[in-house]
């Protein structure tokens, strides 16, 4: 969604004010085993569904994921989290008929094409796992904002992005990023990250305030996380939280 969250479960790696390791982390054995139920799932869907999470059981409204991959602070928003926002997304396209690109957050990909297969959506994504999608997939690294397609500039007026880290360092690449796909007039933009760590830092470089609605996650994070966005959604999401 992200789903990718900012957070480790490993205290060690957990933020303290120090830069995450940027080295990118070997694929696991665990992790290419994820890989194989993962395609076989959706093979069995017929591509319906997929994206990250637990693999969902019976209902046919859940969207089936695959396994979280923790050394690419990777956590899955939980079903209600993931469906409030893709609703909010396709409420914007609508008015819009933009394309949409989803920072390093492949669980709202997956609600989204579950959500209406027609909408246009890119995926920003580190995890190759995520080729899945074929050419909705974009391989993205945080630490090259900018080493994307030609084609993708300034294309976008939504943006939904979860930067997967809580450094400072981090969430300023990544608004090098927003600011490169977003359109220079009318764009939409929601950050899911943690609220106190980044709230006056995403202010200070996307000009975006929190919103009533409170994101959740599959496993329980220490860190509170907030829905930012550029624009008053008004009645929904809570509308933004104003200052007291």
């Known amino acids: 969604m992200s789903t990718e969250l900012e ?16 080295d990118p982390p070997l694929m696991s054995s665990q992790a290419l085993e994820a890989l194989r139920e993962f395609l076989s799932e959706q093979s069995s ?3 319906a569904g997929g994206g990250p999470g637990d693999g969902g059981g019976d ?17 899955w928003y939980d079903r209600e989290t993931a469906e ?44 190759k796992r995520f080729e899945r999608y074929g050419n909705d997939f974009i391989y993205y690294d945080y630490n090259q904002p900018e080493e994307l397609l030609p084609s993708l500039k300034h294309n976008y007026q ?27 007039q009318d764009s939409y933009l929601l950050l899911l990250t943690a609220g106190e760590v980044q709230r006056e830092r995403a202010a200070e470089l ?22 930012f966005t550029s624009y008053d959604p008004a009645g929904r999401l809570g509308g933004w939280e104003r200052e007291v």
């Open 206 to 227: 996307l000009n975006v305030h929190p919103c009533g609605f409170r994101p959740r996650h599959t496993n329980k994070l220490g860190n509170e996380f907030r829905l």
């Open 45 to 47: 869907l017929g591509g």
């Open 158 to 184: 939504i943006i939904i992005a979860d930067p997967p880290y809580l450094s400072k360092e981090c969430l300023e690449k990544v608004a090098h990023t927003i600011s490169f796909l977003a359109h220079p």
């Open 59 to 75: 209902d046919p409204d859940e969207v089936r994921l695959v396994a979280e991959d923790w050394r690419l602070s990777q956590f």
């Open 7 to 22: 957070e480790t479960p490993n205290p060690a790696a957990a933020d303290d004010g120090t830069e995450e390791d940027d």
């Open 84 to 127: 409030t926002v893709a609703e909010e997304i396709r409420t914007l396209y609508r008015a819009t008929s933009s394309p949409i690109a989803c920072i390093a957050c492949p669980t709202l990909y997956a609600y989204l094409k579950k959500l209406d297969p027609s909408i246009p959506v890119k995926l920003l994504e580190f995890d």
